[in-house]
């Protein structure tokens, strides 16, 4: 794997790191609303910016971007960070 690869991996790891510790504190505040969307650009995915957030779990949530995408932002079981695409 090319190493801006591993770097990206890391980055978006970092973020969601950021992400989880401050998502107990409160699920829709503009801190974890930025962490998302820098998440979701990291991963090359359409979005602009993150304009509510959902918990699911500790590091599962529900990201609606302001452009209508919707996206599940997950960490998957070999620890890497996922946006799935949500139906509108």
């Not at 504190?25 to 991963?43: F, N």
């Not at 957030?53 to 998957?76: E, M, Q, S, W």
């Amino acid at each position: 794997m090319p190493t801006h690869v591993h770097i990206l991996i890391g980055s978006c790891v970092a973020l969601w790191v950021a992400l989880v510790s401050g998502a107990a504190a409160a699920a829709d505040d503009a801190a974890l609303r930025k962490d998302l969307t820098s998440v979701i650009a990291l991963l090359g995915l359409p979005c602009g910016q993150v304009i509510r957030a959902t918990p699911l779990k500790d590091d599962d949530h529900i990201a609606t971007c302001r452009d209508g995408h919707r996206y599940r932002v997950f960490i998957n079981p070999a620890g890497r960070v996922v946006a799935q695409q949500l139906k509108p």
